[in-house]
């Protein structure tokens, strides 16, 4: 449809769960995943918009994946022994890992620059142990301390801009012009702003 709610048409009907996260970042392909779990194997769908047709993207526990607003660069979490190790990867369209991440978090704790290949990201020292991810983070049966990192996406460097792990984050956004990151801290319950 366009701006004014007219010219709507359907692409494609289909009955679903209501657990369902659709994310779609480019006008030719919708990612539709269910919700994370590491307890349970998941298959996150691409769905063609041109051509209406599924197709399996990526497979695993634990699935979390997040887009950068063109589709060109996700971020893709998964888990392995019941929800125990995590990984977090850089992947193109193809879901190809363009690289790994050697520290861990959910891709929601990241925010993609529009304007660089740079990702910001709020990062743990170390991922709580035994507890399952992504589940336990969810349901909020532990907190956590974060640092927030610049990362260069082309080379993978992470330079800290807050090395003291004192947030829990939240919500992190870039504003307009990308001057300032913006968050949410869980454990103070304040917003902060940071200059870039």
């Known amino acids: 449809m366009d701006k004014n709610l ?5 692409l494609i009907n289909f ?6 996260l659709i994310t779609w970042p480019s006008t030719t392909t ?14 996150v769908l691409s769905f063609d918009t041109k051509n209406k047709t599924f197709k399996q993207f990526v497979e695993g526990s634990g699935l979390v ?4 607003t063109v589709g060109y660069y996700g971020l893709l979490f998964t888990v392995q022994n019941n929800g125990s ?25 990241c925010v993609f620059s529009k304007k660089t290949a740079t990702l910001y990201c709020a990062i743990a020292p170390a ?9 336990d983070y969810y349901m909020g049966a532990f907190n956590q301390d974060e640092a927030i990192y610049k990362i260069d996406l082309q080379s993978m460097e992470a330079i800290p801009l807050i090395d003291k792990t004192a947030f829990e984050i939240q919500g992190i956004d870039l504003i307009a012009d990308e001057s300032q990151l913006i968050f949410f801290d869980k454990i103070s319950g304040n917003l902060y ?4």
């Open 127 to 135: 991922l709580t142990k035994g507890v399952i991810w992504p589940d």
């Open 6 to 10: 007219s010219n709507k048409k359907t």
């Open 30 to 43: 919708a990612y539709i995943m269910q919700k994370p779990s590491g307890y349970v194997n998941q298959t």
């Open 85 to 109: 190790t995590s990984n977090l990867k850089l992947i193109n369209r193809e879901a190809i890992s363009l690289g790994t991440f050697p520290k861990i978090t959910l891709p929601e704790k």
């Open 193 to 196: 702003g940071l200059k870039l």
């Open 65 to 68: 994946l997040k887009w950068d």
């Open 15 to 20: 009955k679903a769960a209501n657990d369902l």
